[in-house]
């Protein structure tokens, strides 16, 4: 029975896993840092004490109750790829079948310290919903929201879950009857920030920040983080008593010594079917691969999960000796549920089209129901629908 390794408890890794494990023809063994699949898309009500941190959650054994592949709560330290080999920091593992898909690292900015982000780090959206509760108690404050991107790769930024926090901040603070008391600006170094979902997105966005009173800071580039504000190029300094910022990705720095092959940003260089350039049993999915597509391609959750279905279903097919194989460029869009505190926007976009449909009250309950479908299919308690 030949063995595959899965490098990441995200949905990329998590979805492999479950797929093969599916067939019981292969050892399936996932390797992850934390026992637990984190939901990012519903995280963004963590800080403002929509849900409480253990519902963005879903523990990685009691996905394994289901599909009783092999977990190791580990780190990887080292890949040795021409080797088949895998470095943790607890033990080192053979592999007939690798796939990389232990996400990506985030740029290091000057004083990156002094801002928290909601793409971090899990435990970081309850310091971020600490530090909210702080100026609420305080009764006043600056609060500055923003996100970054890769010019080494576009599709490396992460721009949708700052939008959702600061409206649903805004909305917080609204229900505390304290808004009036706070200054809420966004920025951001492009000129058109969520330009890449499409024209009536950002038609959209400019509405919100309009209605809500949010500022803008938008076409400067990021000097440093201070602890009391932004600093950008032209020396002008956005003043904040707290800061959330999600960083562009970067590839992973396990990735370095690997011997696989990687892009200028450093991510794993794949072709249409995941599989890693000049290695025939090794795979790259999620935000750990160079993915390859139009200027406005971004990496999302549900494109990670289905280069994981894809990739589980072409390694199937390789040990079978066929040459049928799935690929991901022609499914690359743009999907989200942007949600907005009070209601939300479905967004989509294609190669072919692109459009935005406002969802005022039910749009958010929508959103809420999505974190409670994507628990129950990850425990194999409700059907995958197509497409969701």
Known sequence: MKKVIILGGGFAGVQTAIELQKTKNFEVILISDRDYLYLYPISIWVPVQMIEFYKAKVPLVD?????????????????????????????????????????????????????????SKPDMAVSIRNKISELVEQGTGKIAIGFGGNPKDKSAVRGGPAFELMFNIHNYLKKKKLRHKFELTFFAPMEEPGARMGKGSLAMLDSLFSKYSINKRF????????????????????????IMFIPASTGHSVLNNSGLPLNEAGFVKIDNSCQV?????????????????????????????????????????????SSLRKTYQQHLNILCVMDTGNGAAFVFRNSKKSYIIPLPIVGHWMKKGWGTYAKLTKLGKFPRLPGM
Request: one cysteine or more; a negative charge; charged letters at 25%.
């Open 277 to 321: 350039t000049g290695f025939e049993n090794i795979f790259a999915i999620g935000d750990a691969a160079a993915i390859e597509g139009p200027e406005w391609i971004a990496k999302q959750g549900h494109i990670a999960e289905l280069m994981g279905r894809n990739t589980a279903f072409n390694i199937i097919e390789k040990e079978k000796g």
């Open 219 to 242: 076409g400067k580039k990021i000097t440093e983080f201070e602890a009391d504000g932004v600093v950008f190029e032209d020396n002008s300094k956005l003043e904040a008593d707290f």
């Open 63 to 119: 996905i394994q109750k289901k599909y009783p592949f092999k977990l190791i709560i580990d780190s990887v330290k080292e890949i040795h790829a021409s080797e088949n080999q895998v470095v943790c920091e607890n033990q080192t593992l053979a592999f007939d079948y690798l796939v990389v898909a232990f996400g990506a690292e985030k740029m290091q900015h000057k004083g990156i310290n002094h801002t928290m982000s909601i793409c």
